[in-house]
């Protein structure tokens, strides 16, 4: 995500002068076939069902959660803890922006948003709970006894989000209603016990387990609703509709609403492509560079396993942003004469459903992983639609530019691309680093295993670690594996990371 920042866009902008994209596709794709998820694969896993309505007077979300959780780990686990993100727009003081971004953020001054946990059951029994960590972002909940391995435990919430009116991930402008990263959602228990963190300004700072996801949603019937997962049912009544939807094996459940969505479709094989724009501007060619990004991925990595993809406009300052089965793209990006800035960031958000979505990664402590992969992604979607010189243009005069322009005015301490979410100073620097120079490491993994170890090796990676969440060792060991050279030393000089 977040690949668009002021000075990202104009460093797109600044290489569309010197890239000249052809019409013609020069690229061969192979036949790949769907792959369904095996039924314990999806049986196993913790379940979300949630009723919700959205009060548009109030531009609040009453909702209920039942959460079904099994024990999956070796131990005994005394409490459970859910990430309460929409807590992090209570006050100005602790908003997830940086200070230089808080005017666009909030065109119309600041805003607060939040949620009120109202009750919290097991069972039919109250429970023990108490909202606490950096902003109240954490819900810590006490079962009455420690949930043993194997044992399952069925918790009901009733709660209430309040949107803020911002351009940022969750809240509403003058022509969408984000509502991302809104409800109660299980934090993920590792080899670290609970990842806790808050929800840091720079980067993506959300970690989760795939889940399967039930969800009843009413809205007012002029809005129209893009959405993770397949919708089953719709009821219209005459002042809302109830959209009843399910999603199977996704990281997180988000909604775009609009009342002025123009919507195209497309298929590929068995996938349903969605462009929602705003009133049709750029409506066919969004939907046309999701088509393309979904075709070449299929056949780079492996096939995309959800029914549909949808790519949506939205209010939202800062560019791109990845969540299950929707891409949030900035409608600035929409608005733009030339056509490349948009291209590039379907492109590079589509890829995220396979790194990030599909194979997830603690996106806190590794955002490296999921990033620098996707940016890479997203040139080898340009080389294979429009052919290498294209491609190479990118490179240099955009990813390593942007890269060589930071060094100029900020020294790379030389830690390396491997650092945590709270080791940046800035979304520039995190950029730079992240995405650039995480972008140009992957370049030279390429180049040292030879091209068809490396994409055996991203092929290999994604089947390997589907549905689950993946490491960087995990990363290298799977790249060493299909090399014949030793990696090692190229790892530690990129990542600064003995592997």
């Not at 069902?49 to 959205?54: A, G, P, V, Y």
């Not at 109240?136 to 919430?157: A, C, H, N, Q, Y």
């Not at 945590?420 to 650039?436: A, H, K």
Request: hydrophobic share 35%; charged share 25%.
């Amino acid at each position: 995500m977040k690949i668009s920042r002021k000075l990202r866009l104009i460093i797109i902008i600044f290489s569309v002068m010197f890239i000249t994209i052809s019409a013609q596709y020069v690229w061969d794709l192979r036949r790949v076939e769907r792959v369904i998820a095996p039924y314990q694969e999806i049986n196993n896993k913790t379940e979300y069902i949630m009723t919700i309505e959205l009060i548009e007077e109030a531009m609040t979300i009453k909702g209920s959660e039942k959460v079904i959780y099994i024990n999956q780990e070796e131990k005994a686990l005394g409490n459970l803890y859910f990430h309460l993100y929409p807590n992090a727009f209570k006050t100005k003081d602790r908003v997830p922006f940086e200070e230089k971004e808080i005017t666009r953020a909030y065109p119309n001054g600041f805003s607060s948003g939040y949620i009120e946990i109202n009750d919290i059951n097991e069972g039919k029994k109250p429970i023990n709970y108490k909202i606490m960590g950096e902003g109240s972002t954490i819900l810590r909940v006490t079962p009455s006894k420690p949930i043993e391995p194997g044992d399952k435990i069925e918790l009901f919430m009733d709660f209430q989000v309040k949107l803020p009116n911002t351009v940022g991930r969750m809240g509403y402008g003058d022509h969408t209603v984000n509502i991302t990263n809104w409800f109660p959602i299980l934090a993920v228990y590792d080899e670290r016990g609970w990842n806790l963190d808050p929800y840091y300004a720079i980067g993506d700072p959300f970690y989760s387990e795939v889940a399967n996801y039930k969800v009843t949603t009413v809205i007012p019937t002029k809005y129209q609703l893009a959405t993770t997962g397949n919708v089953t049912k719709i009821h219209e009544r005459k002042e809302n509709k109830t959209y009843e939807i399910e999603a199977d094996l996704v990281r997180n459940f988000a909604m775009i609403l609009s009342k002025k969505f123009d919507v195209q479709e497309a298929m590929l094989e068995n996938t349903k492509i969605i462009s929602y724009s705003i009133e049709g501007i750029k409506g066919r060619e969004a939907l046309q560079y999701g088509l393309d990004s979904l075709k070449i991925f299929n056949a780079l990595f492996g096939n995309y396993p959800y029914d549909q993809l949808s790519i949506v406009a939205c209010d939202f300052f800062i560019g791109g942003m990845e969540y299950p089965n929707v891409v949030m793209i900035g409608q600035q990006l929409y608005e733009m004469e030339e056509d490349f800035p948009l291209e590039y960031v379907v492109a590079h958000e589509v890829a995220h459903q396979w790194w990030y979505g599909i194979v997830g990664n603690n996106e806190v402590r590794e955002p490296w992983l999921d990033e620098a992969l996707t940016e890479y992604s997203t040139l080898m979607y340009f080389e294979k639609k429009y052919g290498p010189h294209i491609k190479e243009q990118i490179f240099e005069k955009m990813i390593k530019a942007q890269y060589e322009n930071y060094v100029k005015f900020e020294t790379d301490k030389g830690e390396g691309i491997l650092r945590s979410l709270r080791e940046f100073d800035s979304s520039w620097q995190y950029s730079s680093i992240v995405y650039s120079k995480g972008a140009m490491f992957i370049h030279e993994l390429r180049e040292e295993m030879g091209e068809e170890a490396f994409l055996r090796a991203l092929r290999e990676y994604f089947e390997a670690f589907k549905f689950k969440n993946a490491s960087t060792e995990d990363f290298y060991n799977i790249c060493q594996k299909n090399s014949r050279k030793d990696l090692n030393y190229l790892f530690n000089q990129w990542l600064n990371a003995k592997l």
